[in-house]
């Protein structure tokens, strides 16, 4: 620090000057100059970098934890630690979630189906539970509603939807993604969701029909009923839409190609701890390897 602060000042005022004021000895500030890098130094010098733009290829999202896995996944063997101090060296840090807004509109209308979830948002093979709900975006051209639908099993987002309003039509559309990426015979899934009057509606539920899929509808008034479609809605918010690199968002369309980049980042790269710091993809390839012994379940 205070060979820095000499090197910054030296040309105004002179080396000698300098080290009289601040008590040093002028022989230690040039020995320091003059002194090899250590180890460590040159160990920071590579790994800075490296860190840098493992943070930017990801969004800019991950802490010192997932970073440090990013970065032993792609090869470099490097501590938590010193993660953490280059990280703060390099005045980076992981995003942290903002606070959740409400986008349910209840419909007490027609009848609702059951909740058979029960909080227990858990499955031990792909298309056994999905989960889903609906989030916003503002833009300068009007609101973007977003629709998300996961695989309890592996996180997965196997279907979305962005869209100018927030009516069926458009939860049906990610629902349509989802039968395009999984398969159109879903029998014995259980499609999971709030109360909103999208998911409660006639159309949605004939279409869960059709697949061989069972709708379920957490309980009103109950803040974990849909947990794990609103902690995925709570990533993509904090993740892309506030992300450090991102906005102001002009146009809806900016938002919807914004989350196909997002939704195939998160579904073949993102580190999850529930998966074992892997990525869906990579979770879901391990067990179709390994479907013939126990089954995998993720972290509890």
């Known amino acids: 620090m205070i060979v820095e602060f000499i090197d910054d000042n030296r040309d105004e005022f002179g080396v000698e000057p300098i080290c009289t004021a601040l008590q040093v000895a002028p022989s230690t500030y040039y020995s320091a100059r003059t002194r090899p890098l250590s180890a460590r130094a040159i160990r920071d010098a590579v790994m800075m970098p490296v860190l840098l733009a493992l943070w930017k290829a990801n969004y800019s999202v991950y802490g010192a934890r997932k970073l440090q896995i990013a970065t032993r996944n792609a090869g470099h063997v490097i501590g938590r630690d010193q993660v953490a101090r280059l990280m703060r060296e390099l005045g980076i840090w992981g995003v942290k979630r903002g606070r959740r807004v409400r986008t349910t509109r209840r419909d007490d209308t027609p009848a609702r189906s059951p909740d058979l979830v029960g909080r227990e948002f858990s499955a031990e093979a792909p298309n056994q539970l999905w989960v889903t709900d609906l989030t916003y975006v503002a833009t300068w051209s009007g609101v973007a509603y977003v629709c998300f639908i996961v695989d309890a099993f592996s996180r997965r987002i196997v279907g979305w939807r962005v869209a100018g309003h927030m009516r069926t039509d458009m939860v049906l559309g990610a629902l349509e993604m989802a039968r395009w990426s999984r398969g159109t015979d879903l029998e014995g899934l259980v499609a999971h969701s709030d109360a909103g009057s999208q998911f409660t509606s006639i159309r949605y539920g004939e279409r869960l029909a059709e697949l061989g899929a069972q709708p379920s509808i957490g309980s009103v008034g ?43 980042w998160f579904n073949t790269q993102r580190i999850h701890s529930y998966l074992n710091d892997t990525a869906p993809e990579e979770f879901e390839a391990a067990y179709a390897a390994h479907k013939t012994d126990q089954p995998m379940v993720g972290n509890q």
């Open 222 to 264: 109950d803040s974990y009923d849909n947990a794990l479609a609103e902690a995925t809605n709570a990533l993509y918010k904090s993740e892309l839409i506030r992300g450090p690199d991102q906005g102001p968002w002009r146009t809806i369309e900016d938002v919807e190609l914004a989350t196909l980049g997002w939704v195939h």
